[in-house]
C-alpha cells in the first residue's frame, strides 16, 4: 500500500485547470463603504418568524383546513381568518387597526435595526 501512495504524491498533476480566477474589477474598502451607503436607504419592513400561543382547538381548525386542501397551511389559515375578520371591521375600527399595525410594523424595523 505504501507504493500506492507514493506514485500518487511523485506523479505530475494532469489536471488542466485553466488560468488563473481573477475580479474584472478589483474592489477596495472604500468601495465597500459606497455600497453601505446606497443600501442604507430607510426599510419600510421586515419579516421574521414569532410565535403566537394557541390552544390545540384553535390549532386542530387550521390544521383541518389545511388538511382538506381550503388553504396551503396553517399559517394560511390564520391569515385568510384574520383577512375577513378584519374586513367585517367599521372604518373607524379599521383606521385604529391601521394605525396600530403601522406603529408595530415601524417597532419591528427598529428592532431589526439594533440588531
Known amino acids: ?3 500506492l501512495l507514493n506514485s500518487n504524491r511523485t506523479r ?4 488542466d485547470r485553466g488560468g488563473r480566477i481573477e475580479p474584472a474589477q478589483p474592489m477596495s ?6 455600497t453601505n451607503d446606497k443600501s442604507s436607504s430607510k426599510i419600510e419592513s421586515v419579516t421574521y418568524y414569532a410565535n403566537v400561543r394557541i390552544n390545540n ?3 386542530n381548525k387550521a390544521e383541518a383546513l389545511s388538511i382538506i386542501g381550503i388553504v396551503k397551511s396553517q399559517k394560511e389559515a390564520i391569515d385568510r ?3 375577513a375578520f378584519i374586513d367585517q371591521l367599521s372604518e373607524d375600527e379599521k383606521r385604529s387597526y391601521k394605525n396600530q399595525v403601522a406603529t408595530l410594523e415601524e417597532k419591528d424595523v427598529k428592532m431589526k435595526a439594533k440588531g
Do not use: C, E
Open 81 to 83: 381568518a384574520l383577512d
Open 57 to 59: 382547538h384553535i390549532k
Open 29 to 34: 474598502l472604500s468601495d465597500l463603504d459606497k
Open 1 to 3: 500500500m505504501g507504493s
Open 12 to 15: 505530475q498533476n494532469s489536471l
